[in-house]
């Protein structure tokens, strides 16, 4: 009793704060976590009189950072999914699969800090395991354990992170990555033109307005970070310092520098001339040119296959497209050479920062192979969720709703006790490859049946009566149009394979 | 030291191990985990010379029970998956998605015993999750938690089992689910049906043999049942004897019956008489004629859906491959109505079991909905993973390799120096919309390329030369029957429409 009383003290307590929440507007994901606290507590209450299966009637939701897609969704992104691969497959990739889980010790060691964010499966007793946290990692496995030296391939899967996502931004704990990578021993700066070309491709299949690819070289900022004066075992603390230069002015930027990682304030100056600079070919002659960073072989090299890649990217069609930019340096330790960043430029598209992104990692195959054998790789990974969430938007701006079915046909009855002809006919539709739907009542309203095609945007309804039957004639409705004609009943799969095959 | 010592015969005791269960032939995947238990002990000894990263490079295995799908099975399980899904839309139906995990008390309390099979996320502070088990469950959720009240719905995602399946039967822990679902209220057999048309089209678009559906209903068992005097609360355990007609022969079943159920033997006869037989139309209505059965309700309502359903499955094409089984009582607690199961016919395909199956739960929804309001749904669910055994066999067999690309054009240089000239074609193939690819390396060798085209079904190739480039023409060689022509350069794009889009 005592415990109940608790219990309800509880439940009040929650109650107040749930309604607090909700008269101070917080966001909905929120609130509904509270709700979902209360409900529980609510729940065990009831469950005090026996009913064990009002527990779970009553926690409906999904878990943190998740949720379900309905049928308006699922169309978007499958379009847009759909229309990725395309480009994928216009470039000769193939496909591959992995598990959602892996052994634990193959993501240990990979994603630095981040780690913390890896969801682990309990310990049933076997193996320990986690939910993939990407798909480079795995793929990386893959090839060292098949001992696969060349591959292009492509991979669209969820991946797994126990962050803390503001899910309004569409942001999510469980959310889509669409890679496609390039492995092989190649030569310079041949697959990574063409990842340049395919992320140019994809996200000009979109309506996201323009966008430009920002490429850089780790060599070169080694390079630049050497020239400078940076000491080598600070090269990743400041690259991750100068990364933030899309979101930050200099000089927050070089007092971070100065203040967080004690570089003097001379050398960050130093920097801070070059990582502010953007352009073209023009930009890498210059560079070439400085006297103090040519001495340096990690600069060159950079700028060499920065000039080499932006030759390519004529050839390619895509060089206004392409921004070398010295500020671009991108979070993940495994990049080895070039790296490159595709960020929207229209004014709606502030704040949504990149929506492409990827570079050269020619060591990770190399840690998962006993001889450390290394496999070069070149990638680009799409925010798949990003283009849904703008897309999206634009849909609802637009009042555009996507279609959720391809049905062509409904088949219609206008009286009672027609469903077996209905059914002859939609069987004969079937058969003949037309997508087509009836109503699963025997004996349903015309107006219902015609709302529900005008509502689905299905075209073509095939109206049946008793009369016309009898007359060996049905009705051929232009849903959007409302125009009717009368088509013979048996000659009704031609008049339709004239109007939709056409 | 002493630490290192018992290592090291820890190691040679897991290396007797491996090499007894080697030469004692036990199955591959039995063997694989001590071998990883072996891998991991060793990497325990590198470690201790610092080498940290030494100890994930020599795990390298997917988590137990699972594996990863190269090009090849890609290729095939898109293949099928696509096919299916043609299925689906050509009846109208849309698709949603769920989370790949839920929280805990969704699942619990739905699969009975199974429920230790469920896989747990680690508590990590938060809620309790577990994967899915189904894509049912989860569907229902979804239903209730969003009031939908009617929806015609595929979905197709993995689930997860920590089963001790047989992987070389083609069983997995991860494994593909495809089901399609129609919840809403409804007249009696108009879904139903629909699902058995469904089922029948999809199995009809494999090369799998010949098929059969197998009928039955849940309240005629029940009705059955009672008729036999059957206690009620034995109907659920009795059933689940009935299901093993399929696989034992009935004195077997009669005995299970009898010995561990306590059925009185002159009971369980009566039931044997009835389960034992199969057959159509005329069946139903000798049953109806039983003077004994028809006397319950429930046999009888069961018998005049089971004869409903025949005649829509006359219209629907299908009657021919419908059989009306008593013996069929499926597993799963939740069904209310008609159930079916699709078995293959052809000798090879013996063991192989159910390859798609489903039926009516009228109440599943109402478990998850606080005032118990109920969805009536049904459903049939493929088992697409037997079915990419199936064909993946037949491939082997027939020493048919699928294509993992869909490349149409390989655009191949015979001499030194020629990239930019093939990037610009390439280029432009990509800007037509063909799928094409070349080589990443700068001078590949002719003979390698022109090989690369054969192996991989390339159709097309286009070679260029210096000589050919200087007169304005390319080659064209048709890559199966290894003729070539030229073709002026600048009509190069027409010539392969000409070729490849008629």
Redesign the interface.
């Known amino acids: 009793m005592a415990g109940n009383d608790s219990l309800t003290k509880r439940i009040t307590e929650q109650g107040d704060k749930v309604r607090k929440l909700k008269s101070a507007k917080v966001p909905k994901d929120e609130i509904a976590e509270e709700i979902a606290k209360l409900l529980a507590l609510k729940a065990k209450v009831t469950s005090e009189d026996g009913t ?2 009002s ?10 950072g ?6 308006e ?3 978007l ?2 379009n847009v999914l759909s229309k990725i691969v395309d480009v994928f ?15 634990r ?2 993501l ?2 990979k994603y630095g800090e981040d780690s913390k964010l890896i ?6 007793g ?2 320990i ?1 986690s ?1 993939r946290y990407d798909l480079t990692v795995p793929f990386a ?2 090839l ?3 001992k696969i030296s060349n ?3 492509y991979q669209i899967a ?1 991946v ?1 992170r ?1 962050d803390n996502p503001t899910m309004t931004k569409g942001r999510y704990r ?1 959310f889509y990555q669409c890679d496609f990578d ?1 492995a ?1 021993r ?2 310079p700066m ?2 990574e ?2 990842c340049v ?1 395919i992320a140019c ?1 994809v996200l000009s299949r979109f309506d996201l307005g323009s966008f430009k690819l920002k490429i850089n070289h780790r060599q070169l900022l080694d390079g630049l970070f050497e020239a400078c004066g940076v000491s080598s075992d600070q090269f990743r603390t400041i690259c991750s310092s100068v990364d933030k230069l899309d979101k930050l002015p200099w000089e927050e930027v070089k007092a971070e520098m100065v203040n967080e990682k004690y570089l003097s304030p001379e050398i960050a100056d130093k920097i801070g001339v070059y990582v502010q600079q953007r352009g073209h070919k023009e930009l890498v002659d210059k560079l070439l040119a400085d006297e103090n960073l040519s001495k340096y072989q990690s600069a060159k090299d950079g700028l060499d296959g920065i000039k080499l890649l932006l030759e ?1 990217c004529e ?3 895509v060089a206004d497209k392409v921004s070398f930019d010295l500020s671009l340096a991108r979070g993940l330790d495994y990049y080895t050479g070039i790296i490159y960043e595709a960020v929207l430029c229209g004014g709606e598209a502030d704040g949504v920062g990149s929506i492409a992104g990827g570079g050269r990692y020619d060591n990770l195959v190399g ?4 001889k ?1 054998k290394s496999v070069p790789c070149v990638g680009i990974s799409f925010g798949v969720e990003r283009i849904f969430s703008i897309l999206e938007a634009k849909n609802t701006a637009e009042k555009t709703k996507p279609r ?4 062509e046909v409904y088949v219609a009855s206008a009286q009672k006790n027609l ?2 002809e209905r ?2 006919i939609i ?1 004969e539709l ?2 003949n ?5 009836h109503s ?3 004996n349903p309203k015309i107006l219902i049946q015609l709302q529900h095609c005008e509502e689905t945007s299905i075209p073509w309804a095939v109206i049946i009566g008793e009369d016309e039957l009898k007359r060996g004639v049905v009705t051929l409705r232009h849903v959007p149009s409302r125009q009717e004609e009368e088509v013979k009943r048996e000659s009704l799969v031609d008049e339709l394979k004239n109007k939709l095959r056409k």
Chains 1, 2 share one sequence.
């Open positions: 064990s299966s527990k779970c009637k009553l926690i409906l939701k999904t878990p943190k998740t949720r379900d897609y309905g049928p969704h699922m169309a992104r499958n497959k216009l470039h000769g990739a193939e496909t591959i699969d992995t598990p959602v889980f892996e052994l010790d193959v240990l060691g969801y682990d499966l309990a310990d049933q076997g193996e395991l939910l496995r893959y060292a354990m098949n591959i292009k391939r969820k797994y126990r469980e390039i092989g190649y030569d041949v697959p033109a063409e070309r491709e390519y050839y390619y069609n840690m998962f192979d006993a450390n959720t079915t391809e049905v469903i077996t059914m002859k069987n079937w058969q490859d037309f997508k087509a739907e699963y009542k025997m």
